[in-house]
């Protein structure tokens, strides 16, 4: 009879609060910075968001959010981006710096940036092809990797 009546129990809580994560996406957003909300408003509208997390590191605190396309990004605790991972998917073009969008044009036509990293000193980028470029924060080329 207990286990009936703990089962009776559990069944409800457990599905009112997936129902609530659920439908209510816009009740995650709550969880974030207003500057990531606002980041992902303005570059991923169509979106919804799947997962949050909290990560916490030596560093300070940041979120990892992954949205419904596939889209994974990172934001520091004020909620500014620190990484745009699409994994085979175009960064929206808006997101990157415009000498390096340049460079990346004329230098490796054809190629998608699939990822960027905004690090303290410098951007790391990763194309479609697998190439990492790294570039200053003025946007000038620093080096590649592969």
């Known amino acids: 009879m207990k286990k009936l009546?703990?089962?009776?129990?559990?069944?409800?809580?457990?599905?009112?609060?997936?129902?609530?994560?659920?439908d209510e996406p816009a009740a995650m957003n709550r969880t974030l910075p207003d500057?990531?909300?606002?980041f992902i408003e303005k570059h991923f509208p169509n979106d919804d968001i799947l997962q949050i997390s909290t990560e916490y590191a030596r560093q300070g605190e940041s979120y990892e959010v992954k949205l419904e396309n596939g889209f994974e990004l990172t934001f520091d605790k004020q909620g500014?981006?620190?990484?745009?991972?699409g994994e085979m998917q175009s960064v929206p073009h808006a997101i990157i710096p415009g000498?390096?969008?340049d460079y990346i044009h004329k230098h490796y036509a054809g190629?998608?940036?699939?990822s960027i990293e905004n690090e303290d000193q410098h951007y790391e980028v990763r194309l479609s092809g697998g190439q990492e470029l790294t570039f200053e924060r003025n946007g000038k080329f620093s080096g590649r990797e592969n």
């Open 5 to 22: 009546f703990l089962l009776l129990f559990i069944l409800p809580v457990t599905w009112s609060v997936s129902q609530a994560m659920n």
């Open 35 to 38: 500057k990531a909300v606002q």
């Open 80 to 85: 500014h981006w620190v990484e745009v991972d």
């Open 99 to 101: 000498k390096i969008a």
């Open 111 to 114: 190629e998608r940036i699939v």
